[in-house]
Nanobody
């Protein structure tokens, strides 16, 4: 069973930065594709950034391109989301997710970490 534990959320002023971390256990890290998703109150969960198991292919939502960066550290079985130039509209609960690399859906989820950006 894959377990995901997020950390790094918090309160930051607009224009500031945060780095989210997600520690992965329970399966060989290199067999997983990883992603960060977010959900603001009253909205549906949306994909923010994803990375394939080799780390060579990434995807970013248009709303975060140029500001957010997803990366992995295979030695630490950890995926990161570096968030720069944060905006109040980035306020949400951020979730780390994983899927077996050949799966169509993300089926392992972390508990979520709150990110609040004040104006």
């Amino acid at each position: 069973q894959v377990q995901l534990v997020e950390s790094g959320g918090g309160l930051v002023q607009a224009g500031g930065s945060l780095r989210l971390s997600c520690a992965v256990s329970g399966r060989t890290f290199s067999s997983l594709a990883m992603g960060w998703f977010r959900q603001a109150p009253g909205t549906e969960r949306e994909s923010v950034a994803t990375i394939d198991r080799s780390g060579g292919r990434t995807y970013y939502a248009d709303s975060v391109k140029g500001r957010f960066s997803i990366s992995t550290d295979n030695a630490k079985n950890t995926v990161y989301l570096q968030m720069n130039s944060l905006k109040p509209e980035d306020t949400a609960v951020y979730y780390c997710a994983a899927k077996i690399y050949y799966s169509l859906k993300y089926n392992y989820w972390g508990q979520g970490t709150q990110v609040t950006v004040s104006s």
